[in-house]
Structure formats: C-alpha cells, structure tokens
C-alpha cells in the first residue's frame, strides 16, 4: 500500500442564510470590518465577505432559517474565526456597533472569546486560543 498523497486543506467557508444579502454584507462591512468581495445577481441573492483570510458566503432565504433556533439554543455558533487578539477586536467591534451577545470571556476549552449576532440571527464566534499550560 502507498502513502496517500499529501492533502492542503485550504479555509472553510460557511455559508450564512440571509433575508437580503445586499443589507446583510453592509452589515458585515459596517459593523464587523469585513470588505464586500462579491454580490452577485440583481437583486444579489449570493455574495462574500471576507476580513483577512477569514471568508463568509451569504445566501438569500426567504426567512432566516436558524432565528428561531438560535432564540431557543443559548449559543447556537454557526462559524468561528480565529484571530490574533480578540480584545482589541472586541474594542473595535463596541465602537462599529456591532450586536454583541457574549462579551469577551475565558472559555473551559482554552479560547477567549467574543460572540455577534448579524440582524438574521446568525452567531458568530471570535476567538483567541491560549497557549496551552
């Protein structure tokens, strides 16, 4: 038997259900720093955002599928972005405006971590690992 070949995995790209993707990628512009890469259709019904190397897809739902879940679920996370320093990004996020649902906090499993929700209902987490003890 051969080795398999070795594999790059690039970044995963979630795709977040939204009502309107145009409102939704100002939102991820506006209050989170993300930068619009696409919108694509007239109206838009699929577009990207992305901040660094962390990328988002958007896609138009006639309702938000998660908003009642996430009502239900106390942390209903639908993507986790890893990040340098999650308290300057937090200082940054209060000054956008941005929604926050859980204020910075050291987590069990080894991150620090803030919480947003965008106006669809769709949670995301950022996050800090700790260097481990």
């Known amino acids: ?3 398999p070949p070795l594999l790059h ?4 790209v979630p795709i977040l ?10 939102h991820y512009r506006d209050q989170l720093g993300f930068a619009i890469d ?23 739902v006639g309702k938000p599928n998660f908003g009642d879940l996430a009502a239900r679920e106390p942390s209903l996370i639908l993507a986790t972005i890893a990040v340098d320093d ?3 990004l ?3 996020l209060a000054g956008r405006g941005a929604t926050i649902i859980q204020p910075l906090a050291d987590q069990p499993w080894g991150g620090r971590d803030i919480q947003v929700e965008d106006p669809d209902g769709n949670r995301l ?3 800090t ?5």
């Open 1 to 3: 038997m051969t080795d």
């Open 9 to 12: 995995f690039q970044p995963a």
């Open 17 to 26: 259900f939204v009502r309107d993707v145009a409102t939704a990628a100002r």
């Open 38 to 60: 696409f919108l694509h259709g007239e109206p838009p019904f699929y577009g990207a955002v992305a901040r660094g190397a962390a990328c988002l897809h958007l896609r138009h």
């Open 86 to 88: 999650v308290d300057v």
């Open 90 to 92: 937090a200082t940054e």
């Open 125 to 127: 987490s950022f996050v």
């Open 129 to 133: 690992y700790r260097a481990a003890r």
